[in-house]
């Protein structure tokens, strides 16, 4: 008798714990799919700019204060004038140089895509 209720009330707490998972599991994905799915939302611009400028900031990664990260910068010139600055990956970094031409592709917020040269 005694050994029936153990069983039960294992097999119960397994079974809960399980539930538990399965739903946290299903509230990540959900979560992520609403990110992605906003994220893909935003407006995407493309035009016609120059590089006006290049930048690097390094600071201490917040994870590991010990080592540095370094962050890259591009100034991008419109042609109706307005100057736009935007974080950049590094290798789009090393490949712009002062003074190129083409297309800028970003979306709302500034946040680079990519700059194609024409």
């Known amino acids: ?10 097999t119960m707490l397994g ?3 399980a ?10 994905l959900t979560g992520r799919v609403n990110v ?3 994220q ?6 493309n035009i016609q700019a120059e590089v006006k400028g290049k ?5 201490a990664d917040p994870e590991n ?24 990956p590094g290798e789009d970094y090393g490949l712009a140089a002062e003074g190129d031409e083409g297309i800028l592709v970003y979306s709302k917020g500034d946040e680079f895509i990519v700059f194609k040269r024409t």
């Open 55 to 59: 930048r690097t900031l390094v600071e």
């Open 65 to 88: 204060p010990n080592i540095p990260k370094t962050r890259y910068f591009l100034t991008f010139h419109k042609r109706d004038g307005i100057r736009l600055e935007m974080e950049v």
């Open 36 to 38: 992605e799915e906003k």
């Open 15 to 17: 079974g809960g714990m």
């Open 40 to 45: 893909g939302r935003k407006p995407v611009y």
């Open 1 to 10: 008798m005694m050994r029936d209720a153990m069983t039960l009330a294992f």
């Open 19 to 28: 539930a538990i998972l399965i739903l946290m599991l299903v509230a990540k």
